[in-house]
C-alpha cells in the first residue's frame, strides 16, 4: 500500500468543509473526516481502480458528501491535489500539479 501525501490546499479544504460541516450539525464534521479517511484508503489498496479525470489525475467521488478526492499514483505515493467541492469550478486545482 503507497502512502499518500495531501497537498497543503488539500488539507485546507479538508479542515475548512469538515468546520463548516461541523459548525451545522454535531458531529457532522467527524462525519466528514471519516469519509475522507475512507477515501484515502480505498485509493491507497486500490489507486487505478477509479478512472482516469483530468490531466493525468483521477477522482474518487465521496458517498455521503458533495465532495470528490482528486489525486495522482505516482510511483512511491499517491499525491492528493484537492479534496474538491462539486459546485466549484472545474480544475481549479490545476495550478497545484507543479506544484
Given at each position: 500500500?503507497?502512502?499518500?501525501v495531501?497537498h ?8 475548512d468543509?469538515a468546520?463548516?460541516y ?6 457532522l ?7 475522507v479517511v475512507?477515501?484515502e484508503?480505498?485509493v ?8 482516469p ?5 483521477r477522482?474518487?467521488l465521496?458517498h ?18 484537492a479534496i ?9 486545482w490545476?495550478s497545484?500539479v507543479?506544484?
Open positions: 500500500m503507497k502512502p499518500t495531501f497543503p490546499e488539500a488539507t485546507m479544504e479538508m479542515v468543509a468546520r463548516f461541523e459548525e451545522r450539525v454535531e458531529g464534521g467527524e462525519d466528514f473526516l471519516a469519509e475512507a477515501a484508503q480505498a491507497q489498496t486500490s489507486p487505478n481502480l477509479w478512472p479525470f483530468r490531466l493525468g489525475s477522482r474518487y465521496l455521503r458528501f458533495p465532495y470528490s478526492m482528486v489525486y495522482w499514483d505516482l510511483p512511491d505515493h499517491i499525491w492528493i491535489l474538491a467541492h462539486a459546485s466549484r469550478r472545474p480544475l481549479y490545476k497545484r507543479g506544484k
